[in-house]
């Protein structure tokens, strides 16, 4: 089975470009989206995250990405979709960014990794990101799947891999399309992490880790092997992809 991905803005944030790149360019204001992927192809409507509840729309930001934010409702409806039609769900983590529209796809079957819901449920002090209520209505309603373990296909043509970079249970998604295998990052980064510039080469470093990440080092190595595991690499928040464009 070979699919399309459509990347809709459900989100962005501006802030500093070091949050995307661990000891890069700290302090150069950044703006990121914050992507929902639609994945087109079979008999299954498959969502990759799920995007901010309320968005902020603004003409700077929209200008910044080079794309129109969507409520979710409105990027559904793109592809002639509704929350309710939704069958899968997957998630990269369970960062609220990532996560705050759930509770709307009643018939969505959730697609987590068990050490996130380990760290929503018991969040470290650091791991504010995490907000257990945008998770708690699916949860008691019996939708979420449980990933363990270090690969898992999810339907024929679309797997994901186990990469703990950014957070303990990230989750990199690996899509069989028309132009190769492409995969949509289990961590928070840009182009740049993958393709540094010419003074991080000049450094003997091939990649750079997640601004915030669990271990700088095993970070790293993570990004190297999702690098070569793919012919297309889809950054979480690379902010190129912003105008809609379909990939594969």
């Known amino acids: 089975m070979k699919y399309r991905i459509h990347p809709i803005v459900m989100g962005s944030k501006v802030f500093d470009k070091g949050m ?40 700077d930001r929209e200008k910044a990405l080079g794309g129109h934010i ?46 996130e819901l380990e760290s929503i449920h018991d969040p470290h002090p650091l791991d504010f990101r995490y907000m257990e209520d945008y998770i708690a209505d699916v949860e008691d309603n019996g939708q979420l799947r449980v990933v363990s373990g270090a690969e898992q296909e999810i339907v024929p043509g679309i797997r994901v891999v186990h990469t703990p970079a950014h957070t303990e249970g990230g989750l990199t998604v690996l899509v069989d399309t028309d132009k190769g295998r492409a995969a949509i990052t289990g961590f928070c980064i840009i182009d740049e992490n993958l393709n540094p510039p010419k003074q991080i080469r000049a450094m003997e470093m091939e990649v750079i880790p997640p601004g915030t990440c669990i271990n700088p080092k095993e ?30």
Request: aromatic fraction near 10%.
């Open 70 to 115: 969507h409520t979710f409702e409105e990027g559904l409806a793109r592809f002639g979709l509704k929350p309710e039609d939704i069958d899968i769900i997957i998630h990269t983590h369970l960062h609220n960014d990532h996560c705050e529209n759930d509770y709307k796809c009643p018939n969505a079957e959730i697609y987590v990794h068990e050490k």
């Open 20 to 59: 995307m790149t661990y000891q890069l360019d700290y302090g150069t204001p950044y703006t990121i989206p914050i992507y929902c992927w639609y994945i087109e192809g079979g008999d299954k409507k498959i969502l990759v995250d799920t995007g901010e509840m309320q968005p902020i729309v603004s003409e």
């Open 219 to 248: 970070s790293y190595d993570i990004l190297l092997r999702v690098k070569d595991m793919a012919d297309i690499i889809l950054p979480l928040h690379e902010p190129r992809f912003a105008s809609g464009e379909a990939i594969g």
